[in-house]
């Protein structure tokens, strides 16, 4: 696993996720291409936002919040900052006030840059949606070119495969 400086890159991406942190997200495991994290669905307490919606169950945006922050933790793990490229999820049954939601992330496949990952939402033993994440490593910005004659000859505008 890459670290940065002595933290884990995971970590200390997720310690500065404040959305998850605020609403209640654990990281309960972490390791390379996975990660395990827990959620309360919470019912609507003076003023804090309801994670349930008109029907009376979890809202599928709370859900998909939690299995994107699995991948998240799952995917940056190896170190260089990478983002989710596209995601979808497929729920299979309904989660209510006070289930203890867990989101289980596990890497699939990792090319270049890119990589898949799938993330299994379970109440108990019970699983209640799939998700699958694409993501893409972030380049570090290049430095600003100061060369006047390489920027006069530069192709602004052009997108390349290796610039993408």
């Known amino acids: 696993m890459t670290r940065v400086g002595n933290a ?9 996720d404040e959305a998850s942190r605020n609403l209640g997200i654990e990281l309960l495991e972490h390791g390379e291409g996975t990660a395990v ?16 919606n008109g029907h009376g169950i979890a ?11 699995a991948f998240a933790c799952a995917c940056n793990s190896h ?7 596209g995601a ?17 992330a596990e890497e699939r496949t990792r090319f270049g840059r890119s990589g898949i990952y799938d993330v299994t939402l379970r109440r108990g033993g019970a699983v ?10 972030i380049r570090a910005a290049a430095p ?8 006069a000859h530069s192709t602004t505008g052009s997108t390349t495969k290796e610039s993408r």
Request: charged share 20%; glycine share 8%; proline share 5%.
């Open 8 to 16: 884990v890159p995971a970590v200390t991406m997720f310690a500065a």
């Open 88 to 104: 979808d999820i497929a729920f299979v049954a309904p989660a209510h006030v006070g289930d203890v939601l867990v989101a289980s």
């Open 144 to 151: 600003e070119n100061t060369d006047k004659c390489e920027t």
């Open 37 to 52: 994290l827990r959620m309360t669905v919470t019912p609507r307490y003076d003023g804090d936002s309801s994670m349930v």
């Open 79 to 85: 170190g260089p900052v990478t983002a989710a490229a």
């Open 128 to 137: 209640i949606a799939e998700f699958r994440g694409r993501s893409r490593s």
């Open 59 to 69: 809202h599928g945006g709370y859900l998909f919040l939690l299995a994107d922050t």
